[in-house]
């Protein structure tokens, strides 16, 4: 609170991550997190009290991690490209059974995926990868048993795909951002795929010329690049 840091506890009878943690991502509500990367492990954890309330283990190291709108999934990426889903233990009150194992949403083609978010609605997500792609695909109403479809593909990268992040609007628009190696923070119909606007930030990020994060302000609708 107030910008001080706070002591994180793990109670979910799981490994404590020991690598790189390589995403996290926040519910929309903010009441869960979730923590993933290279030690193949996925915590969910709770914002009141900072305690971690399950720990999922992947067979491969993870790239990205999601949290469905309504918090009761969470979404992760391998090395391999796949998305993999499982439920948040007792809708994010308390621990789940051991058998809570991930299911396997859909593949991305072997490639990297670098980002990966939902929706401002939460029928959609989205996701980038190393090979200059952001693949659009709806959220089943029944994750497990449903199957996603891919709604577009968001082409025009020339370089890897490093960060994406949705933006919405008071008057219910949404729309999505990226941004990349090609020095570029690109603006899309993330429901058709058509690309809206370019800006070049090669000369404007500080750290080089790599667009490496993406985070839009839902509050005053402006674009923090880095």
């Known amino acids: 609170r107030g910008g ?10 799981g490994c404590s991550h020991s690598d790189a943690i390589r995403a996290i991502s926040f519910s929309a509500d903010g009441a869960l997190f ?36 309504d918090g009761l999934y969470v979404t992760f990426a391998d090395k391999f490209g796949v ?67 891919i709604q577009s593909f968001c082409l025009g990268h020339t370089e890897f795909v490093s960060s994406i992040a949705f933006t919405s609007h008071s008057g219910g628009s949404s729309f999505l951002l990226s941004g990349g190696g090609d020095s570029s923070v690109r603006l899309w119909d993330y429901i058709t795929g058509c690309l809206l606007d370019t800006y070049e930030v090669k000369d404007k990020v500080k750290a080089g010329k790599y667009c490496l994060k993406l985070y839009a302000s839902s509050q005053n609708f402006k674009l923090y690049c880095s």
């Open 34 to 69: 979730a923590s993933a990367g290279d030690d193949k492990l996925v915590k969910i954890w709770k914002t009141d009290s900072w305690r971690c309330i399950q720990t999922i283990t992947s067979e491969k190291r993870v790239s990205a991690v999601a949290i469905s709108k």
């Open 4 to 13: 001080c840091a706070v002591s994180l506890s793990d109670d979910s009878g």
């Open 83 to 149: 998305i993999w889903l499982v439920t948040v233990g007792e809708h994010g009150g308390g621990q789940v059974s051991s058998d809570n194992k991930p299911v396997s949403l859909y593949g991305h083609y072997c490639s990297i995926i670098t980002s990966m978010k939902f929706s401002p609605d939460g029928r959609f997500i989205a996701t980038a990868d190393r090979d200059f792609k952001i693949r659009v695909t709806s959220f089943p109403k029944n994750p497990i048993k449903g199957a996603p479809e």
